[in-house]
């Protein structure tokens, strides 16, 4: 019988979710809705020095804000409760022991300055890489080394001692990866990593294989960076005597910067001006802050359709595609080994794509909103009007607002610059003989209609539109250029278009 699917995403809760985190979380969640399994959230915070207040609720935040939460969390307890792994910490220690029992791991007793010492040894006879292994720990203290009497007195003596893994001298550990085929590594090259630290905590890699094991995990897909890591696992499972059951790895490939030189890090979104993170996040505790997608105006579609292709592609022209599709279309198989270039130009056209294709009602709210933000009331149906008028050129909802303002609040200066060039005598006469056409008319009044009179007001003056066109702007929002300016007039009306003519009129003078 085939095993259900389990997957797992296991962040360590050190600050806020970096966006190729919120990735492997994606590559997860799709991958198990796509195989009918189950998605599970597991919080990894052995290492209390690096454990940042508010990171878990970031996380937690994150994932809802777009639509990938977890089937199993701490927030969300399944089966395999606790899924925090300070809150499992008292079931470690016996695996570890288990470990030692068997051989596969021992006690070790240096203290710092005698790593420092052995590290300064090595790099003193030019060994490239010091490391504690299957040659050095032959001489430092621990109980391959030191008579079995002695480890018993140093252990009740209550002496600090780590467990560390005996890696074996000579062996080759192999590793079959969804993304990147056979992996092949001499054992000679690993470390006897701790797994077992003085403070009674498990290190990553003795917790993340057991719990994974516990959790009935089948597949572990996760970022490249753990790849040197997955050798040990190997080999951890087996001596624990769990290879029928191992997981199998999908390495994710890096997030690069945008000019592929390097992986992407918050430095690079703090200097180009586009954030790497989510959400916006504050540390409370030492006051770094970071920008977030969501509060820079994208929206949460946008942005799950653009992480998704942050690696992955469906191998055809398509690139629209909602959760339910991305379900559909994923697979492992079609995730690329190479890093991907971070490009914000690409994050900007999905927004624009989302939000071209959202109804104006759906947009009004923004608008809505945004006004509210200025102490400015508008309804829902003018909101309308200014989503349908500036949808086509924004690339954020809040632009809305900013760009389609002066429809709502009639322009009391006008800009300068456009006024010195355009508010000359014709304009002044267009527009003078167009407010008195405006204030005369009572039929239906809409853009075909307000560009209709504009016309024949110009061609009975004898005057050419085309020149005066961004006087007429201008005297009807304030400045030379923004949406279609027979729109705003239907939206405004007849007499405010006047109105707002003639108190033009009365403030800017004609330039010679
Ligand atoms: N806690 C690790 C991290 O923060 C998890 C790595 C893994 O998925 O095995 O990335």
């Known amino acids: 019988m085939s095993r259900e699917v389990r997957v797992r995403f296991a962040p360590s809760p050190t600050g806020p979710l970096h966006i ?12 198990a809705r796509k195989m009918g399994g189950k998605f599970l959230l597991r919080i990894e915070d052995t290492d209390q020095t690096r454990f940042v207040p508010g990171a878990e609720d970031y996380i937690k935040e994150s994932l809802e804000w777009l639509g990938i939460s977890p089937d199993e969390s701490p927030w969300n307890p399944g089966d395999c409760a606790p899924y925090r792994q300070s809150e499992r910490k008292p079931s470690y220690m016996q695996y570890a022991l288990d470990l030692v029992e068997a051989g596969h791991a021992y006690y070790a007793f240096d203290t710092s300055e005698e790593l420092e010492a052995m590290r300064e040894r090595l790099t003193a006879a030019r060994v490239v890489q010091p490391q504690y292994n299957s040659i050095t720990r032959t001489q430092m203290k ?9 480890v018993k007195a140093r252990l009740a003596s209550g002496e600090p001692y780590v467990i560390r ?13 969804m993304i990147r085929g056979w992996v092949m590594v001499q054992s000679a090259t690993l470390d006897d990593k701790v797994l077992m630290k003085s403070d009674g905590m498990p290190t990553y890699h003795l917790a993340n294989i057991v719990d994974d094991h516990l959790m009935n995990i089948t597949h572990v897909i996760r970022g490249e960076e753990w790849l040197p890591s997955a050798p040990l696992h190997v080999l951890l499972y087996k001596f624990f005597g769990w290879e029928d059951t191992m997981p199998e790895f999908a390495h994710l490939p890096l997030l690069l910067k945008p000019d592929g030189n390097g992986k992407l890090s918050k430095r690079d979104g703090d ?16 006051g770094d802050t970071a920008a977030g997608f969501r509060e820079q105006g994208y929206l949460s579609d946008a942005f799950l359709n653009f992480l998704a292709f942050l690696g992955w592609n ?8 909602s959760l339910e599709e991305l379900i559909e279309a994923f697979s492992v198989e079609r995730i690329g080994k190479s890093g991907t270039k971070f490009d914000i130009a690409k994050a900007k056209w999905f927004n624009e794509q989302y939000l071209r294709a959202k109804s104006n009602a759906e947009l009004a709210p923004y608008v809505i909103a945004d006004a509210a933000k200025e102490g400015v009331t508008i309804i829902q149906d003018t909101a309308e009007a200014l989503v349908a ?3 086509e050129r924004v690339t954020f909802p809040a632009e809305i607002w900013q760009g389609s303002r002066f429809v709502v609040e009639a322009p009391t200066e006008f800009d300068q610059d456009i ?7 014709d304009a002044v006469t267009i527009l003078t003989a167009y407010a008195e056409t405006l204030e005369g008319y009572t039929g239906d009044f809409d853009a075909e209609k307000a560009k209709a009179l504009l016309g024949e007001t110009a061609e009975a003056k004898e005057l050419k539109l085309g020149k005066s066109m961004q006087a007429v702007r201008l005297a009807v929002t304030g400045v030379g250029a923004g949406p279609d300016l027979m729109e705003i007039f239907a ?18 003078e004609v330039i010679g």
């Open 20 to 31: 190729g985190g919120v990735r492997t979380a994606l590559y997860n969640y799709l991958f």
């Open 142 to 150: 621990n109980s391959l080394t030191l008579p079995e009497e002695e």
């Open 165 to 177: 893994v005996k890696i074996p001298r000579k062996e080759e550990v192999r590793l079959n990866d």
């Open 271 to 286: 200097k180009l001006g586009f954030p790497v993170f989510p959400l916006n996040w504050e540390n409370k505790v030492d």
């Open 314 to 321: 469906p191998g055809d022209e398509r690139e629209i595609f």
């Open 389 to 391: 008028l500036m949808k």
């Open 419 to 425: 006024a010195g060039k355009r508010w000359n005598a």
């Open 491 to 508: 939206i405004l009306g007849t007499e405010e278009v006047a109105k707002r003519i003639r108190f033009a009129l009365a403030t800017l």
